[in-house]
C-alpha cells in the first residue's frame, strides 16, 4: 500500500485513531492487506444489492462508510506488518477505482428513471465517474512528472465517499450523486490548474532539465 501525501484539510485525520485501533490487532494476527482490500469489494457488491435491490439508502450509506474505512485499515495494516509495496499499491488503486464504479451504479440502477437538474441519474453517474477517475489520474500522472505538492483540492476520495455517506443516511442519495459529482469535476479541473503551475514553474522547469 501506498503513503498519501498528508495534508491538514483531509477528513482522514478524523478516524486516524479508529483506523489504527482497528488495524493494529488485524496486523497482529497476520492478516493480509490484501484481503482486507478485497473485502471491500464485497462491501461494495452488498452496497450495490442494498440500494438497488431493497430500497435502503441509509444501509447503503453505511457500507459506503465502511468501503472507505477499510481502506484506511489496509494501509495502516500494511505498514504495520511491514507489507508496504507497489504490488500491493497498485492492487490497493485498483481495488479502489472498481469499488467506487460499483457504488455508483448501484445509485445508476436503484434510480435509473430518475432525473435531477433536467439531468437523468445515469448520465449523472457517468459524469461522477468521469470526475472522479480524472481526479485520481491527473495526480497519479503528475506523481511521475515530478510534481511534489500533490494533494491538493478538496474533493478527494475520502471527503467524496463521505459526502456520500452523509447525503445517504439523510435519504438524500440523489443529491449526494450531484454533489459528489460537482467535486470531483471541480478537483480534477483545480488540480490540473495546480499541477500545471507547478510544471511550469521554474522550479518544475529545472526538474525537468534533470530527468
Known amino acids: 500500500m501506498n ?3 498528508p495534508s491538514k484539510f483531509r477528513v482522514r485525520g478524523l478516524f486516524r485513531g479508529l483506523v489504527t485501533r ?13 484481503s482486507i482490500t478485497y473485502i471491500t469489494i464485497l462491501m461494495s457488491l452488498l452496497a450495490f444489492l442494498v ?3 431493497m430500497n435502503s439508502p441509509m444501509l447503503y450509506g453505511l457500507l459506503v462508510f465502511l468501503v472507505g474505512f477499510l481502506d484506511g485499515v489496509d494501509g495502516v495494516v500494511a505498514r504495520e506488518s511491514g507489507l508496504t509495496s507497489k504490488a500491493g499499491a497498485l492492487t490497493d488503486s485498483f481495488i479502489d477505482k472498481v469499488s467506487e464504479a460499483i457504488l455508483l451504479f448501484a445509485i445508476a440502477a436503484a434510480y435509473e428513471a ?6 437523468p441519474v445515469p448520465l449523472w453517474v457517468l459524469l461522477c465517474i468521469t470526475g472522479w477517475l480524472l481526479t485520481s ?11 511534489v505538492d500533490l494533494d491538493v483540492g478538496l474533493g478527494a476520495r475520502s471527503e467524496r465517499l463521505l459526502t456520500l455517506v ?16 460537482l467535486m470531483g469535476i471541480c478537483t480534477a479541473a483545480y488540480r490540473f490548474h ?4 507547478e510544471l511550469l514553474s521554474p522550479k518544475g522547469e529545472l526538474q525537468d532539465h534533470h530527468t
Do not use: C, E, Q
Not at 482497528?22 to 490484501?34: E, G, I, S
Not at 430518475?114 to 439531468?119: E, K, P, Q, R, W
Not at 497519479?140 to 515530478?146: E, F, K, T, V
Open 114 to 119: 430518475t432525473s435531477v437538474l433536467g439531468i
Open 51 to 53: 440500494l438497488s435491490i
Open 137 to 147: 489520474y491527473s495526480r497519479s500522472l503528475a506523481a511521475s512528472l515530478g510534481v
Open 166 to 181: 452523509i447525503f445517504s443516511l439523510l435519504s438524500l442519495v440523489i443529491w449526494g450523486l450531484v454533489v459528489v459529482t
Open 22 to 34: 482497528t488495524a493494529k490487532p488485524l496486523a497482529d494476527r497476520n492478516v493480509k492487506p490484501d
Open 3 to 5: 503513503d498519501i501525501s
Open 194 to 197: 495546480h499541477y500545471k503551475g
